[in-house]
């Protein structure tokens, strides 16, 4: 891994990426010179946390392979982050309005990504897991979908496949011509899916189709416009909770914090204020 010099890091964003990292206090555990002090910058200590912090930010999934001669590259890189800040307080940029509001909200950010992440460690019991599993898999029909689909970019191209589909046209031929989506190679068959692995709009309208039909309206998605038609349709045999199970728990957690912050809004003293726009 090539570590580039600060000078040209600060241009390309660190600055902004070390607004994630925690803001100091001054009480937390991290400004005790006594924990493991890696450097000091007159007088002020760099300690191991800020310099794991630090390295994470920069490497991501590389962090723990990165060799000795790396690691003292981002210390240093570290380093003069903290000269260049100290030399801005002489400046008395601190006391800018926008870089008081800045540091505000880096420390609003911090906080509340820390106490998510609090909610994210609490584990659910496999009661509650069970639970979800019979109302989500286990107690419902649960059916997939063959299905032909062409994607195009606009509703102009899409009412033109229309077209040509009611002139005679075969919906795979077209789908290998034009179609952008998954399986138009294979004239636009993804294979069997549940409607949970479709975009909605798609799997609204596939459950108004009988096998053989396909849908005479072009279906606007995030990803474009799609004309789609329903080849069968068959009751299959709901995974095994296991292989649900980590599905299970992002549903689960949705929930958590979903509830989590409605119960806080309900809580809160809330006061937006909006200036008026005048006509």
Not at 85 to 92: I, L
Not at 126 to 141: I, V, W
Not at 175 to 198: I, K, N, T, V
């Amino acid at each position: 891994m090539r570590i580039p010099a600060l000078s040209l890091v600060l241009s390309g964003g660190l600055l902004l990426a070390a607004c994630n990292e925690p803001a100091d206090n001054g009480n937390s555990e991290a400004s005790d010179p006594g924990n493991d002090v890696v450097a000091t910058v007159n007088d002020v200590p760099i300690t191991a946390d800020m310099l794991e912090l630090h390295i994470q930010r920069r490497a991501g999934a590389r962090a723990p392979r990165l060799s000795d001669d790396e690691r003292e590259t981002l210390l240093l890189e570290l380093v003069e982050m903290e000269l260049i800040a100290q030399d801005a307080r002489d400046h008395g940029m601190d006391e800018h309005r926008r870089v008081k509001a800045q540091v505000e909200n880096m420390q609003r950010a911090v906080l509340a990504h820390e106490r998510i992440e609090h909610l994210h460690r609490e584990p659910f019991d496999d009661e509650m897991l069970e639970s979800l599993y019979g109302e989500r898999f286990a107690d419902r029909p649960h059916r997939e979908y063959r299905i032909r689909q062409i994607l195009l970019e606009s509703r102009d191209d899409a009412e033109a496949i229309l077209e040509e589909l009611a002139d005679g046209a075969d919906f795979a031929e077209l789908a290998q011509r034009y179609s952008a989506g998954s399986g138009a190679s294979d004239g636009g068959d993804p294979g069997w899916m549940a409607s949970d692995q479709m975009a909605d709009a798609v799997a609204e309208r596939i459950m108004e189709l009988s096998p053989g039909e396909y849908s005479t309206d072009p279906v606007e998605t995030s990803h474009g416009w799609y004309v789609v038609k329903l080849q069968n349709v068959r009751t299959a045999r709901p995974p095994e909770f296991d292989a649900v199970r980590g599905i299970l728990q992002a549903m689960l957690m949705d929930q958590r914090v979903k509830a989590y912050l409605r119960d806080l809004r309900d809580a809160g003293d809330v006061m937006l204020y909006r200036t008026e726009v005048e006509d």
